[in-house]
């Protein structure tokens, strides 16, 4: 076939399957497991740049988790949950995690529950995996430390409230401002504590009640996945000192990296949260030190 219609083909399979409901996050998962997976990704050699949040040094690029959760926010395709769970076994997120790290990725945000807890214990035992671990956690109004206690006792380094179920929970019931107290438990305990949103309410709230959080992480992304406009956001993210770890910069899989990643470091994000796959972790690295390295100049002092 010759190679402008091969072209004409590839655009057009593409196109097709996004029209039908398939995300730049499904898609290359997809194609590697049709094709049955290419070789055993390699670490990625070189260094990340890096920032501060608190005490702790971290690379301007984590490793999301919510992949290996099984959550590819994916609309109405309801097999991308199982396709995950079945994708992500324990062993694949050992291997992922350990390939992150010998990449250069020092720091992941994951889930507290049994499941993070499980593959945590394992990576540091089996593996003597030393990623550090920020907690996404999910507090109750009547109990407020339990979660977070689970996080604290498995070697988490930092910890949040998530920020769905902190606007569901307690901004949308009046009951804000036990945030505050949620990050004070965090910090009392040792640990790097956020405040997590989806809506800039809550980071408005956190600097005006002083809850005084050590980050905060916040959505953007231009196609308005559950975050605010990206300019409201910038804007306010340049009246507080506080470091700022940009999530779902992707859109859940509807924007490509090269210009998620962009937008993010460009309007002041000093971290920036990734899920991914294995086979994506070179190039991710690759494209955050481009990135990074053409926003050193940025209006935002970074962290």
């Known amino acids: 076939m010759p190679l402008s219609q091969n072209l004409n083909r590839r655009h057009f399979l593409q196109a097709s399957a996004v029209a039908a409901g398939l ?26 740049p890096m920032g501060h949040i608190g005490k702790l040094e971290v690379t301007r690029l984590l490793c999301g988790g919510n992949l290996f959760s099984g959550f590819a926010h994916s609309g109405d395709l309801l097999y991308v949950e199982s396709l995950l769970h079945h994708y992500f076994t324990d062993d694949k997120i050992l291997e992922t995690l350990q390939l992150c790290e010998e990449s250069g990725i020092n720091t992941t945000i994951l889930r507290t529950d049994e499941q993070i807890v499980r593959v945590m214990k394992r990576y540091r035992k089996e593996r003597g995996g030393k990623i550090q671990w920020i907690a996404q956690t999910y507090p109750k109004p009547d109990n407020l430390k339990e979660n977070i206690q689970l996080a604290i006792d498995n070697g988490a380094v930092g910890a949040f409230c998530m920020g769905g179920h902190a606007e569901d929970v307690f901004v949308k019931t009046g009951k804000g401002e036990l945030i505050g107290e949620v990050v004070a438990f965090i910090k009392q305990n040792g640990l790097v504590a956020g405040v997590g949103s989806h809506l800039l ?15 905060y992480f916040k959505t953007f992304n231009t196609v308005g996945y559950a975050t605010d406009d990206t300019h409201d956001v910038a804007a306010f993210m340049t009246t507080t000192k506080k470091p700022w770890i940009a999530f779902k910069v992707l859109g859940a899989g509807r924007v490509l990296p090269k210009d998620g990643f962009d937008l993010a470091f460009k309007s002041g994000a000093d971290f920036i949260n990734v899920g991914m796959y294995d086979f994506q972790v070179e190039s991710n ?19």
């Open 201 to 215: 309410e809550l980071p408005i709230m956190s600097e005006q009640q002083k809850f005084n959080p050590d980050f």
């Open 285 to 303: 690295i690759s494209l955050v030190r481009e990135v990074v390295k053409r926003h050193e100049q940025r209006d935002r002092a970074w962290a």
């Open 23 to 48: 995300t730049f996050d499904t898609l290359p998962l997809k194609a590697h497991m049709q094709a049955g997976g290419p070789a055993k990704p390699k670490p990625t050699s070189g260094t990340l």
